[in-house]
Nanobody, 124 residues
């Protein structure tokens, strides 16, 4: 059963932008925290950012994305977003939406639910 559905990935040149979206229509109200993970070829999955759905408080896990990526949510549309600007080749990865019923923004890698991922490819 598909619970989280990502969209918005693609191929861009360095310096470009993408906006990822994650739909969670059936389960959004059960979640306290949502976030984004990514996995580059040959590397382990890593947390990118998370957000507490009620307060909107955010956590960014990688220094390299601070100032370039912005996580946000729309509690009416039941969607999570990741705005990615000034992309660099090192951002190339499969990006996953994740969600948890607990309020634990620092544990995004082990959240309850995860989507199937969307590919982001940044060329130099």
């Amino acid at each position: 059963q598909v619970i989280l559905v990502e969209s918005g990935g693609g191929a861009v040149q360095a310096g470009g932008s993408l906006r990822l979206s994650c739909a969670a229509a059936m389960t959004y109200k059960t979640y306290c925290t949502m976030g984004w993970l990514r996995q580059a070829p040959g590397k382990e999955r890593e947390g990118v950012a998370s957000i507490l759905l009620d307060s909107g408080n955010t956590v960014y896990f990688e220094e390299s994305v601070k100032g370039r990526f912005t996580i946000s949510r729309d509690n009416v549309k039941k969607r999570l977003y990741l705005e990615m600007n000034n992309l660099i080749p090192e951002d190339t990865a499969t990006y996953y939406c994740a969600a948890d019923r607990g309020c634990r923004p620092y544990d995004v890698v082990s959240f309850d639910d995860r989507g199937q991922g969307t590919q982001v490819t940044v060329s130099s």
